[in-house]
C-alpha cells in the first residue's frame, strides 16, 4: 500500500471521533519550533577569545565533526532544516556573534554583528530567536553575573542583556517575526548561602534596568528561565521558578518553562494551563531530563506527549513559543536536531489527533473509565501513517528515511572536519 493510501484509511480513523485530519495538518504547518542552533557545536560559540563553557551546564561526548565556525553550523542547520517538515526558527546565543576576527566584548556586540546570520535566515525562510549569554566568560567565572555583588560586573551584565534586546528586535525587523529574547543567568552557590534575598533584590534591580529601555513588542518580547539547580549552584539559584513567575507576572514579559529544571517529578505540561490563565504567552524549552538536567535528546515520551496535548487541547498554539534546548555530543548532531525537531511535531500532530472535545466532557460528567480507555487505545491508532504522509506532503523524508542523507553528509562533510 502506498503511503497516501494508508492515510486515507488512517484519517478514516480519525473522523470516526469527528476528527478533521485535515484541519489538524493544516494547523501544524503553521507551528513554528525554535531550533537550538548550539546543539550543532557544543554550545562552543565562534568568539575569537573563546573560552570553555561554564555556568554549570555541560555537554558529554566526542562524537566528531562538530561546527567550528558559523558557516559550518550553517550548512549543518541547513541539512538539519531539509530533514524537518515546515517553517521554523534559530535560536540563537550570543556567542554566536561574528566580529570579523576582533574581540568584541559582550557588552559591545551589536546588530550589526548578526547580519550574516539574519541574511541567511531570510534565504532559509526562518525566523531568529536570540539568547543573552552570561556564561564561558571571565566575568562569570564565579558563577554570579547580575546578581553580583560587584556593581561594574552587573553593570557590564546588564549592558549585554540591554543589547541583546536590540539584536533580538532587529532580527524581529528583518525577518517580520516577533524574536524571543530569552534571559537565563546561571547565578547561584553551590553551598547553603547565609542570605538568599540580597542576590534576589539585586536580580530583580538589574532586570528592571534592562526592561527600563523602550523595545517595539510586536518586534521583540524578552523571557526569563528559571532553574532549580546547576552544576556548581546545587544549593542555591537566584533564579528560581517562584522569582521569576513574580516577575513576569508583574512587569508582563514571559516566563521560559524548560522541561530540564524542576523536579523530577514536577511536570512542565502540568504548568502550562495555570500560567496561560494568567498571561497571554509563555515560552517552552523542550528538553530531556535522565535523572538531572541532562539535557538529552528529546524523544516522543510520554511528557513530550503530555506538552503537545496541553498546548492544542487549551487552545494556546498562538500562546506558548515552543523551542527547543538540549545538546548531546555523542552522537551525530545533525541527527540530534533532526530527532528531536520532528519528535517535538509528532508531539504535536498526536495532539491535534485526539478527540479533545469529547474527552474533555467524559471528564466533566466523571466518565474515567472511558477517559482512560480512549487515551489508552488511541495510543495505537494509525498515527504514523498520518505522519508519514504529512512529511511526503511536505517534501522532506519518510520514516527512517532521513538518515540516508545524514549518513552521507557525515561521510562527505562532517568526517572531514579536524575539530
Ligand atoms: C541552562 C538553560 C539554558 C541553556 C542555553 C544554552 O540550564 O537551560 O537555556 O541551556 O541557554
Ligand atoms: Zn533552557
Redesign the pocket.
Known amino acids: 500500500m502506498s503511503i497516501k493510501q494508508n492515510y486515507e484509511t488512517a484519517k478514516q480513523q480519525y473522523e470516526k471521533w469527528g476528527v478533521s485530519v485535515e484541519d489538524a495538518l493544516e494547523k501544524l504547518k503553521q507551528i513554528p519550533i525554535s531550533i537550538?542552533c548550539?546543539q550543532g557545536d557544543d554550545?562552543g560559540g565562534f568568539e575569537v577569545d573563546q573560552q570553555e563553557l561554564s555556568?554549570?551546564?555541560d555537554v558529554t561526548g566526542d562524537y566528531p565533526g562538530k561546527a567550528t565556525n558559523p558557516e559550518q553550523l550553517r550548512n549543518d542547520l541547513e541539512q538539519a532544516l531539509a530533514l524537518i517538515p515546515g517553517q521554523h526558527k534559530i535560536n540563537l546565543?550570543a556567542i554566536y556573534a561574528e566580529t570579523e576576527g576582533e574581540i568584541v566584548d559582550r557588552d559591545a556586540l551589536e546588530p550589526k554583528h548578526f547580519t550574516n546570520w539574519v541574511e541567511w535566515a531570510k534565504q532559509q525562510r526562518v525566523g531568529l530567536d536570540f539568547?543573552p549569554?552570561f556564561?564561558s566568560h571571565p566575568k562569570a567565572a564565579d558563577g554570579l553575573t547580575l546578581a553580583h555583588p560587584d556593581p561594574a560586573i552587573r553593570a557590564f551584565w546588564i549592558r549585554h542583556c540591554i543589547q541583546s534586546r536590540k539584536i533580538s528586535e532587529y532580527f524581529g525587523k528583518e525577518l517580520g517575526q516577533t524574536s524571543l529574547n530569552?534571559i537565563?543567568v546561571?547565578d547561584g552557590y553551590k553551598d547553603i548561602p547565609s542570605d538568599r534575598l540580597t542576590p534576589r533584590q539585586r536580580l530583580k534591580e538589574s532586570l528592571d534596568e534592562i526592561l527600563a529601555g523602550d523595545i517595539d513588542d510586536s518586534l521583540s518580547v524578552d523571557a526569563v528561565?528559571s532553574?532549580l539547580f546547576?552544576i556548581g549552584s546545587e544549593a542555591y539559584v537566584v533564579g528560581s521558578h517562584e522569582f521569576y513567575m513574580g516577575y513576569a507576572l508583574k512587569n508582563n514579559i514571559l516566563c521560559?518553562l524548560?522541561s530540564?529544571?524542576y523536579h523530577p517529578t514536577e511536570m512542565v505540561s502540568n504548568k502550562i494551563s495555570s500560567l496561560l490563565l494568567f498571561q497571554d504567552k509563555l515560552a517552552l524549552?523542550v528538553?530531556r531530563p535522565v535523572r538531572w538536567?541532562s539535557?538529552h535528546v528529546v524523544i516522543l515520551d510520554d511528557e513530550l506527549r503530555e506538552i503537545g496535548l496541553e498546548i492544542v487541547r487549551n487552545d494556546a498554539l498562538d500562546k506558548v513559543m515552543i523551542g527547543l534546548?538540549f545538546?548531546d555530543a555523542s552522537i551525530n548532531r545533525v541527527a540530534a536536531w533532526t530527532i528531536g525537531t520532528r519528535n517535538m511535531i509528532k508531539a504535536l500532530l498526536y495532539a491535534l489527533l485526539m478527540p479533545n472535545d469529547y474527552l474533555k466532557q467524559l471528564q466533566e460528567e466523571g466518565n474515567f473509565t472511558e477517559r482512560l480507555a480512549l487515551f489508552e487505545e488511541f495510543k495505537t491508532y494509525p498515527f504514523g501513517a498520518i505522519w508519514d504522509y504529512y512529511c511526503q506532503e511536505m517534501g522532506v523524508p519518510v520514516q527512517e528515511q532521513w538518515l540516508d542523507p545524514v549518513k552521507t553528509y557525515e561521510k562527505e562533510i562532517l568526517s572531514q572536519r579536524d575539530s
Open positions: 537550538h548550539w554550545i555556568g554549570g551546564i546565543h539568547n549569554t556564561f530569552n537565563w546561571p528561565e532553574k546547576g521560559l524548560d530540564g529544571h524549552h528538553s538536567d539535557d534546548d545538546f
